[in-house]
């Protein structure tokens, strides 16, 4: 079946703008989660969704950063008024049953350069 | 939190020798240690993974132990192939109520040289 996949895959935003980037989960999988990728680091964990509850939400490192997940499928991460240090890789991993199935697997990523 | 610490961070090996990359963890009560593989430009592949109440697990040519007294883990790629070159990524997984994100370390670059 489909994996998981997001969009756009590249932006470009100018510093102070807003950007959303889009998740979509494998087909009913419980868990969502996203990471930021920064050149040469692994990924690290902004956001935790199980269907539409955000329960984690310890990661995401300033109030300029929201994710949602509405209808428990979709997810949006919305990054306010862009700064160059946002430069990175949003990535998003879905996971089949809630906390008891650890697998990941992951999109490909959104890679987003502030200018 | 965990925190994973990852060695080494590049690593070059012959084609079809052995390559052994090893992580430690800080947080006892973490029970899953995934290990993903990155192609450039690629979304993390999970290759293999561990929980805590094993000690190894083998897939064909990559293994994985884990040492929980120690609190560290290491992948064994086998019979090493140029398809194997890419970044591995080690995580673990703290097991406590509500907290499922994995932590990762900082990555091995691995190139194997035809």
């Known amino acids: 079946g489909a994996g998981v996949s997001q969009s756009p895959r590249y932006k470009v935003a100018k510093r102070g703008q807003d950007v959303a980037l889009r998740c979509d989960p494998i087909?009913?999988?419980?868990?969502l989660f996203w990471y930021q990728q920064a050149l040469g680091q692994g990924p690290e964990f902004l956001t935790y969704?199980?269907?539409?509850?955000?329960?984690?939400k310890s990661g995401l490192p300033s109030d300029r950063f929201f994710a949602e997940r509405p209808e428990g499928s979709v997810s949006t991460l919305k990054i306010q008024r862009t700064q160059q240090e946002d430069s990175a890789v949003y990535l998003c991993?879905?996971?089949?049953?809630?906390?008891?199935?650890?697998?990941?697997?992951f999109g490909p990523g959104t890679r987003l350069t502030v200018t | 939190g965990e925190n994973v610490e990852q060695h080494p961070s590049t690593l070059s090996v012959q084609e079809g020798d052995s390559a052994v990359i090893k992580c430690t963890y800080s947080?006892?009560?973490?029970?899953?240690f995934p290990w993903y593989k990155q192609e450039l430009g690629k979304r993390p592949q999970l290759i293999i993974d561990?929980?805590?109440?094993?000690g190894e697990k083998k897939d064909q040519r990559i293994a994985v132990t884990l040492n929980k007294t120690a609190k560290h883990f290491s992948l064994h790629i086998t019979e090493t192939q140029p398809e194997d070159s890419a970044v591995y990524f080690c995580?673990?997984?703290?097991?406590?109520?509500?907290?499922?994100?994995?932590?990762f370390g900082k990555g091995t670059k691995l190139s194997v040289i035809p």
């Open positions: 561990i929980r805590s109440n094993v």
């Open positions: 995580a673990g997984r703290y097991s406590g109520a509500g907290s499922y994100q994995l932590t």
């Open positions: 087909s009913g999988h419980v868990s």
């Open positions: 947080d006892s009560a973490s029970n899953y």
């Open positions: 991993a879905s996971s089949p049953a809630g906390g008891r199935s650890e697998e990941q697997y």
């Open positions: 969704f199980q269907n539409e509850a955000q329960l984690d």
